[in-house]
């Protein structure tokens, strides 16, 4: 199996309250939608026709796509059938997104489980013009998966969506999401449709229009937020096999916790969030579960899904960084946490498929020091700036390694807003107090100590498997950009 070198490491060195809030309603960040609904719902004209197992795809729309090149932008609709123990069989028919390079690629798939909580927050009162479910592997890596080799897909799993925007796009010209289209019978149905969108990535079959579509190896999930607790609902109802064999090779959970999205068949929303039972899943799959600060210490309950001793669970608990920190959405609040997770997501997307393609582990879990709650809220053991102590260290917080002092905070940096605000997003955005001129000149003689703290930090995380080299470059480059004594904060790495 290929898989694309992004590093020049030689080894490898071994991430109750639910945020139904985060999602990005912005038209520009949402890569490859369409302009016009009409022009791409599941009941259009098809180009071709596939079969995987179970599985029909139709394509919509085909065209080349813009933001990498070598690849190819599909938008279908997946047609299946459900197998019910306590009923008859059932139909459903959802958009997907399908990205794929021409050249085979990495051979590694990853399927997006869209965030649709805007719309469960909203009260289910969007237009087709205003909700864009989130597709956050890519908000979350930028370019990288297209500059890599993956093939991508993003498929609409929740029958709130589809229920309420109906079947098909109306005949209106506008704007519409392709990912919001689409009949879902039961809400349970989710699982088979996750399972049908893997299916199809390992068998395409020939598909007219669609050259180059070729199986992949491996097949990794990737959820945020709302759709990280779809993940630990499929895990911990062992949804992930099918014939005996693994569906999804490896799952990346996006800030999330020890909370499953439950359903419950009940409208408007069908399912909301409950405490996981089962986990953790041994069946043979890997995860890697990045939870920010806030997480751990009340969002999601993160402290009870560390795992330690599951050799194919790895927790990186992000010291400092909020739920949805600036570099994800920003304007939150003018004292937003502008401490970016995306470089820990890069490379947790490179770990896991190598774990699961070549048998190399991912580094180890890192853990926040402090007090877990019987409640299961944690908390946060912090230094003398406030700031959180152990967890996975980004170069904005200190640590010490082999004896010297790495990282160069700016500020304190907390994990959740220390009070109210007008909403969930002010709270859950993270707070951060810039130090004085006076205390940075009190810490760094001169920018030069500043840009070595960073460096040595910057190297240490590269060297230990936990973010890539062109981080690790980003990281150095911004530290000599910042003007260091008039910087307030520097900007955050995209």
Known sequence: MKFIKMTHLTQAVPILILMLLFVVVSYTSQVGETDNGSDATPDATPAGVVTAGPVSVTIDAIRSFEEADGYTYIEAGMHGSVERDDGPAGTYTVPIILIYPHDGGNGVGVVDWPNTSDLHNGGFTATADEFWPSRIAIRATGNYLFENGFTYAAVQWDKAVTDHFGASAPDTVGRHSHLIYGTIEEAGDAFVILRDIAQFLRDPGSLEDA?????VDAVLSFGYSQSALLQMEF????????????VYDGHLLGKAGMLCWAYHNEPPGF??????????????????????????????????????????WRQ????????????????VDENQNPISSKPVFRAAFYNL???VTEGITAPPSR???????????????????????GGLRLPHLEQRIDGTVAGAPLGSYAGKHPEGG???????????????????????????????RIMRAADYLLEAGYILDEDRDAYIKEARRIELFHAGFPSAID
């Open 211 to 215: 050259d180059n579509l070729t199986p």
């Open 235 to 246: 895990m911990s109802r062992d949804e992930n096999f099918r014939d005996g064999e693994l």
């Open 271 to 312: 399912a909301g969030p409950d405490s996981c039972d089962e986990l953790p899943v041994e069946d043979g799959s890997k995860v890697i579960h990045v939870a920010a600060q806030g997480d751990v210490e009340a969002l999601f309950n993160a402290g009870w899904s560390r795992f330690p001793d599951n050799p194919d």
């Open 316 to 331: 990186y608990e992000l010291a400092g960084v909020s739920h949805i920190p600036a570099p994800l959405l920003p304007g």
């Open 353 to 355: 498929a190598r774990w």
């Open 367 to 389: 853990f926040l020091k402090g007090t877990l709650n019987a409640d299961g809220t944690f908390d946060t053991d912090l230094d003398e700036d406030g700031n959180a102590l």
């Open 422 to 452: 007008p909403d969930d997003f002010f709270w859950y955005g993270g707070y951060y107090v810039p130090f004085t001129a006076e205390e940075i000149a009190e810490r760094y003689p001169d920018h030069e100590t500043y840009v070595q």
